[in-house]
């Protein structure tokens, strides 16, 4: 069973920083990209960071220059460092592992999904 356990999340003052992490087991860990996803109410799910296999890396234009995503294939996790966040930053943000070992960009190309951890950010 492939599990998805991210922590992180929590509230924020603008201009603060958050790192989020997301655990996986059940899965060898080191052949997938991994992304992080963040969703606010009645918007789709969007693609924030992706990371490959081999720690290849894509940012959404939005969050480049303010957000990093790694990966530490020993401790089968991945992170995401936010810093400079902004009130849109606001979201339930997830991580998810990708059917295969490249940078994907759409939801449905993920296969195993985090609960999702609340981000939220104040003015």
């Known amino acids: 069973q492939v599990r998805l356990v991210e922590s992180g999340g929590g509230l924020v003052q603008a201009g603060g920083s958050l790192i989020l992490s997301c655990e996986v087991s059940?899965?060898?860990?080191?052949?997938?990209?991994m992304g992080w996803f963040r969703q606010t109410p009645g918007k789709e799910r969007e693609v924030v960071a992706a990371?490959?296999?081999?720690?290849?890396?894509y940012y959404t234009e939005s969050v480049k220059g303010r957000f990093i995503i790694s990966r530490d294939n020993g401790k089968n996790t991945v992170y995401l460092q936010m810093s400079s966040l902004q009130p849109e930053d606001t979201a339930v943000y997830s991580c998810?592992?990708?059917?295969?070992?490249?940078?994907?960009?759409?939801?449905?190309?993920?296969?195993?999904w985090g609960q999702g951890t609340q981000v939220t950010v104040s003015s």
């Open positions: 998810a592992m990708a059917r295969g070992p490249y940078i994907t960009y759409a939801a449905r190309t993920y296969d195993y």
């Open positions: 059940g899965r060898i860990f080191s052949n997938y990209a």
């Open positions: 990371i490959s296999w081999n720690g290849v890396t």
